[in-house]
């Protein structure tokens, strides 16, 4: 297995996103019963997140439930946020131990009072910790997450607080889930998938992509740190040429 620890800080993703892709043919293909799929994916998910805190990843987001999942089979929506439900409180001992704050994103509205309060009450108890921040993005798309950041503008030029020729990427970039993040450095769908699925598009704008035809509940951290290595050699240049970006590296 790679080391990502022994790389250079700068070299490590800061913010680590992942579409947890695969869970119900994971299910199909080891014949087991009905949400067993969904099961094993959130088990897989524990050694992922203590992996991360301790290579030194700063932010981890994580995709458990779209937008558009809600148009799946109400019996499989129902399991879905009961495995929500078991994912925060079984989660929250490991935020303790590890320091990592839990934060959700989504539109909330959409989802049951009771999980809403959970959520936020998780939210609450971690929101000193600094060792990593754990994100679940739940009842999320990225489509969603623009249209709210540019409602929440609309808003303010309705009301004369602000000004439609002042708004910029900048000022939109800050009215987005996670504007307060680093921005997503390195993305992972697993499934063997090839799209983004509408998650964190605004934030994964310049995000080197990996995509593994693992599914979610058969990955591994060991998978996790090739990746990273990979990351780790890739050049990410931001529009400029490959010139501007080893003068630059030359010169710090």
Known sequence: MSNPTALASDLLPRHIAIIMDGNNRYGKINHLGEGQGHIAGKDALDPVVEYCVSTGIEVLTVFAFSSENWQRPPSEVALLMQLLRLTINEQMPRMQQYRIRLR?????????????????????????????????????????????????????????QLRAEDIDKEMLGEYVQLADTPAVD???????????????????????????????PDFKVSELATMIAEFAQRQRRFGKTSEQVVTEQQTR
């Open 104 to 160: 959700f994103i989504g539109d909330r509205g959409q989802l049951s009072e009771d999980l809403q309060a959970l959520m936020a009450d998780a939210e609450a108890k971690t929101a000193d910790f600094t060792a990593m921040t754990l994100v679940i993005a739940i009842s999320y798309g990225g489509q969603w997450d623009i249209a709210h950041a540019a409602k929440q503008l609309a808003q303010q030029v309705e009301a004369g």
């Open 186 to 216: 390195m993305l992972v769908r697993t499934g063997g998938e090839y799209r983004l699925s509408n998650f964190l598009l605004w934030q994964s704008a310049y995000a080197e992509l990996f995509f593994t035809q693992t599914l979610w």
